[in-house]
């Protein structure tokens, strides 16, 4: 057999803790935490959740409870947010949650920020929060920062003196902003590749330096200093299996919650890909449906590695946040197990291949 290339990068994981039709939500967050697990059994470095509000297939709504429960439940992986919907709250209250997160769990937190704000007029009021919240990012990240260092408004205890590695997602102007204020990005793999080799090339030229808590990787590569020199996390769909059609199956579920989400305005609980794949798509569920699996990076170990070393070389990245969602759990820990092996990952961590 041919040796698969080598992931020049570390691997992350998202993990957005969707819901499978007819499960209650909480089921969901449980099958998190022990993914968490999982990943770290594996060698993964970074294991982060995400924010979202009202949404019937999506369980994660609140990313600082949840990675409390992660961080919890794991011993050397790194927890975070990705991310924190930062127009969504108080940015004192931002602070403070990640302060009681490090001070609890030393080390191993990550502050991803977003500056989306809720996708209906309904969420935007319960939030009470306007569409235009979001205009203001650039302001809330150096409020946020400012009670890590001591110079907010007040003070934000324990957070004050942390030193929590703070991302920025790349929605909107996130880009510009976390070049601004000299803060890691972290930008998905889009359909166009261009748009995205493009807005990390803007990133790298417009950024601006700054002191900052170190961003951890791997001891072989040591720890790059936030704001010394630009650093990007890729994020991407990959799946893994021992076909390529096999691989493709394991996308269906959510590719479909995706195409229901853009032409019914609902993202719905992930269903089994054979009643996805049995059924006869009207033509904007079609083109939907089409246009979500083109972001997606499939096929087996050996392809689904060359690929994503193929993405980190065209990009630049100096990191990949890997996210599946399929109908079955174990499917999706196979594939990640799939990725690991390829890329060398948890060779010499105890417990490694303990992953069940």
Excluded: C
């Excluded at 930062?86 to 990640?98: G, I, R």
């Excluded at 937190?109 to 319960?126: N, P, W, Y």
């Amino acid at each position: 057999m041919t040796p698969s290339p080598r992931i020049p990068v570390p691997l992350s994981v998202l993990d957005r803790s969707l819901t499978r039709e007819g499960e209650h939500p909480g089921r969901a967050l449980r099958e998190t935490v022990r993914f968490a697990r999982q990943a770290e059994a594996l060698g993964f470095l970074r294991f982060w959740v995400s924010e979202h509000h009202a949404v019937p297939g999506i369980a994660g709504s609140a990313p600082t409870v949840l990675a409390a429960a992660v961080a919890s439940a794991t011993s050397r992986i790194r927890v975070g947010t990705g991310g924190v919907m930062l127009p969504n709250h108080q940015p004192l209250v931002v602070a403070e949650q990640f302060g009681v997160l490090e001070s609890l769990h030393p080390g191993r937190i990550d502050m991803g920020l977003g500056r989306s704000v809720g996708f209906t007029d309904g969420v935007r009021k319960a939030l009470r929060v306007g569409k235009d919240a979001a205009e203001d990012f650039g302001a809330q990240i150096s409020e946020l920062l400012g009670y890590f260092e001591g110079t907010g408004p007040v003070r934000a205890r324990p957070a004050e003196g942390l030193r929590v590695p703070p991302f920025v997602l790349a929605v909107g102007s996130g880009a510009a902003v976390a070049a601004e204020h000299g803060l890691p990005l972290v930008i998905g793999a889009s359909r166009d590749e261009q748009r995205t080799r493009e807005a990390i090339r803007a990133y790298r030229a417009a950024f601006r330096p700054r002191t900052g808590p170190a961003v951890p990787g791997p001891e072989a590569s040591g720890s790059l200093r936030a704001g010394a020199a630009p650093y990007v996390v890729v994020a991407v769909n990959a799946a893994a299996a021992g076909t390529r059609a096999e691989a493709e199956e394991l996308q269906v579920p959510e590719a479909w919650s995706t195409a229901l989400s853009r032409t019914r305005g609902t993202f719905t609980p992930l269903v089994p890909p054979q009643d996805v794949l049995g059924r006869t798509m009207g033509p904007k569920e079609r083109a939907a449906f089409d246009e979500a699996r083109q972001t997606q990076l499939r096929g087996t170990p050996e392809e689904v590695a060359g690929a994503l070393a193929g993405l980190v070389e065209r990009t630049g990245a100096d990191e990949l946040l890997l996210t599946l969602n399929t109908y079955d759990p174990d499917d999706r820990l196979r594939s990640y197990r799939h990725l690991a092996d390829a890329a060398g990952l948890g060779r010499g961590i105890p417990g490694s291949t303990a992953v069940s």
